[in-house]
C-alpha cells in the first residue's frame, strides 16, 4: 500500500509564498512521477503541477511562473516531493493534494498528469490566500 501526507499548508497574504512537501511512504511506494493537484469546494480538481521519473516538470497555466515542483530521493530510495509557491493569490486558496501514478503509468504513459490517472493521494493541505 501508498501513503501519502502533505505538509506545509497555511494562510498567508497575496504576495506571500509557501512550500508544501510531500512524504510518501509504504512498501508500494516509489514516487517516480510525483504531482499536485488542488480542489476548492464546489468545484473539480485541478491539476498543478507535475514532475516524471526524469525530473521533467508540468505546470498548468494559471501557476508558471509563480509554482515549482520538485522532488528528492530521501534515505529508503522514496522520494519526496516539495511545491514551492511564489507570488500567491487569492484565487490560489485551495485544498492542496499530492498524488501518485502507478509506476507502469509513471513510465509508460506521457499523459500520465491527470486527475483520473492517479493510483493514491494524500489527504490535503490547506491553503489561503488573503487579498
Known amino acids: 500500500q501508498v501513503q501519502l501526507v502533505e505538509y506545509g499548508g497555511g494562510s498567508v497574504q497575496a504576495g506571500g509564498s509557501l512550500m508544501l512537501s510531500c512524504i510518501g511512504s509504504?512498501?508500494?511506494?516509489?514516487?517516480?512521477?510525483m504531482a499536485w493537484f488542488r480542489q476548492i469546494p464546489g468545484k473539480e480538481r485541478e491539476a498543478v503541477a507535475g514532475i516524471d521519473s526524469d525530473d521533467k516538470t508540468i505546470y498548468v497555466d494559471a501557476v508558471k511562473g509563480r509554482f515549482t515542483i520538485s522532488k528528492v530521493k530521501v534515505w529508503d530510495a522514496k522520494n519526496t516531493a516539495y511545491l514551492q509557491m511564489n507570488s500567491l493569490k487569492p484565487e490560489d486558496t485551495a485544498m492542496y493534494y499530492c498524488?501518485?501514478?502507478?509506476?507502469?503509468?509513471?513510465?509508460?504513459?506521457?499523459?500520465?498528469?491527470?486527475?483520473?490517472?492517479?493510483?493514491?493521494w494524500g489527504k490535503g493541505t490547506l491553503v489561503n490566500i488573503s487579498s
Open positions: 509504504g512498501n508500494a511506494y516509489r514516487g517516480d512521477c
Open positions: 498524488a501518485v501514478p502507478s509506476p507502469y503509468m509513471c513510465k509508460h504513459d506521457s499523459n500520465w498528469f491527470r486527475v483520473d490517472n492517479m493510483d493514491f
